[in-house]
């Protein structure tokens, strides 16, 4: 006992903290860090129009790609921690331009970023370090990806290799079908991103969304949740980032988590380590639970949106502290982290339009000041205040109402009953998240 608390108190004190970013996921986490007794400010950079609303939780008016700006505000408001939320400022350097300033961080540096800013070096990387994933093959020309096809002579999944904001995978249905998919991978229309492409065979199973921590030595797991990446009910319709989430899952027992530890991510982070990454950030695996037992359908290098929102309510007060500790390689001094045994539910509201060409603009109307006393979190993405104070949509995804309980079904009644209090014309939110576990519950 003794040895723990001295261990603890290793960590410096944790009072100003910058979260960098400006989605749903960003003022989920400065929510949950704000909850810390030592937190006593939370800055977020450029957050959006509920960040304010947010107890401690400060808006800083600084784009996220303006590092520069970023780093002197950390250094001027004496900010201890940053965790950066997204993977476009984490693959632009924005974690190391951070540390080279003297700065502790949580997020990897533009090396670490990898794992999800290049689909190939991904990939590279698993099958150096021997991790079930489906098979691939890299193309940095149309005609070597059409010959490869010719040769492989199946429907493949097509995947863009750099960041395209979840819109560079296609998965084909036909041997056409992927010859069209290649040919506008390299069309020019994912940019850079669309350079070069993998081909990957296709997988089939439920997919889940696992979180690990990572101090660059040792990993700390998080509950696992569950994204919905189609708009429409019955998982109709076009991919989006993600239109609700609940967690934990039932797909995996403690032994399989245990398993996906030892076989998928601790070897990650140690191939990462022979690389001499020294990887201070999340390792998202998002996997598919094949037949053959579970395999990586791709990394990312940040939490999950809308997972997070999921996430965040059910980690206790010391969740700052773990960040802390995984941002300064102490894991192991960090306080063990607790998760509620709660059911969590997620629904996410977008806008019209959404995922082609969301308006903005939008007066947005909540009320809800009957869920005083219910365990709801309103979390804003796409939103903006107006100097009179009106509240408009300003992205494709708008807000999302987050909800625990005992039961998955009692978490989302409440989320639902809430999410019926928001209005603004041309909302969308699926009536069936959670499908998987609503009605389910022992
Ligand atoms: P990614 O951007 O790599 O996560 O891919 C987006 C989505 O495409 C995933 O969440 C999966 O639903 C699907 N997907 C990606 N790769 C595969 C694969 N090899 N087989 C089947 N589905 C896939
Ligand atoms: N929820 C999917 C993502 O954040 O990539």
Redesign the pocket.
Known sequence: MEKAAASLSELPQLKKVLVVGSGGRENALAWAIAKSQEVEKVYVAPGNGGTQDQLTCHRLDIQESNHEEIIQACISLQINLVVVGGEKPLAAGLADQLRAAGLVVFGPGEQGAQLESS?NWSKDLMKEANIPT?KYWSASTEKEAQDLLSKINKPL?V?ADGLAA?K??T?CSSIKETREAIKESFSGKFGEAGAKLVL?????GP?VSIFALSDGETLEILPTAQDH?RLLDGDQGP?TGGMGAYAPTTMLSKKDLERVKNDILLPTLYALRKKNINYRGVIYA?L?LTKDGPQV??FNCRFGDPECQALMPLMSSDFAKVLQAAAMGRLKSAPKLKASPLKSACIVATAYGYPENPRKGDLISIKLNNFQHSPIQLFHSGTKITEEGKLLTSGGRVLSIVSQGDSYNEAFEIAYKAMNQINFHGINYRQDIGYQVRNKDK
């Open positions: 689909k489906a999944v995947k979840g560079g995978v998965i990957e065979e296709c997988l089939q997919e990446k991919n998002g598919m359908i791709e």
